[in-house]
């Protein structure tokens, strides 16, 4: 199986601060990843796919990066509506899997 | 809209077996674009692939999971299923049915996800 890492495992931030989340993927997965958002209690939401492609009605402070084992998700302005736990996930190799996730929070 | 709802029961006894169906309303399962799966996650924990179907017929599980899971479509109701045999307590989470992209890709639509709770 493919392991995914991310890093940091949680971040406090202000309003309108710039978030990095990066995410390596044991072997290379190409651009074969995809970033998601889960808020508490919901359903994971499609925000990035095949490593930089903004999905449709996705706010363009959200942006993603990378190929081969090292990808990068950047919220460029947080936002207080931007609060919860985004996983990236690879689709190169079954079984698919996910990272841990990264919990966002306000500072 | 495509919209997706998980239906089964929220308690299953240890050692019996967990059955979950998806139904699809607003678009056909039967696409040939999409594939269709099933993702779960423990309380508090991350998300695990459990498998997928494509409307063929044609099966994809996850190696942890394949001697327990079956994952089956219905085209004429547009609904696909899970069944996961001998659960355990580890078993227990939200079960979240999905559509991926072709190739399995992203998972693009989701349900709103029901909660299995293995107890007796």
């Known amino acids: 199986d493919i392991q995914m890492t991310q890093s940091p495992s949680s971040l406090s931030a202000s309003v309108g601060d710039r978030v990095t989340i990066t995410c390596q993927a044991s072997q290379d997965i190409s651009n074969y990843l995809n970033w998601y958002q889960q808020k508490p209690g919901k359903a994971p939401k499609l925000l990035i796919y095949?490593?930089?492609n903004l999905e449709t009605g996705v706010p363009s402070r959200f942006s993603g990066s990378g190929s081969g084992t090292d990808f990068t998700f950047t919220i460029s302005s947080l936002q207080p509506e931007d609060i919860a736990t985004y996983y990236c996930q690879q689709y190169d190799n079954l079984p698919i899997t996910f990272g841990p996730g990264t919990k966002v929070d306000i500072k | 809209q495509l919209q997706l709802q998980e239906s089964g029961p929220g308690l299953v006894k240890p050692s019996e077996t967990l059955s979950l169906t998806c139904t699809v309303s607003?678009?056909?399962?039967?696409?040939?674009?999409?594939?269709w799966g099933w993702i779960r996650q423990p309380p508090g924990k991350g998300l695990e692939w459990i498998g997928s179907?494509?409307?063929?017929?044609?099966?994809y599980y996850n190696p942890s999971l394949k001697s327990r899971v079956t994952i089956s479509v219905d085209t004429s109701k547009n609904q696909f299923s899970l069944k996961l045999s001998s659960v355990t307590a580890a078993d227990t989470a939200v079960y979240y049915c999905?559509?991926?992209?072709?190739?399995?890709?992203?998972?693009?639509?989701w349900g709103q996800g029901t909660l299995v709770t293995v107890s007796s």
């Open positions: 999905a559509r991926h992209g072709e190739q399995l890709a992203s998972i693009d639509y």
């Open positions: 607003g678009g056909s399962i039967s696409s040939s674009s999409y594939y």
């Open positions: 179907i494509y409307y063929s017929g044609s099966t």
């Open positions: 095949d490593a930089s």
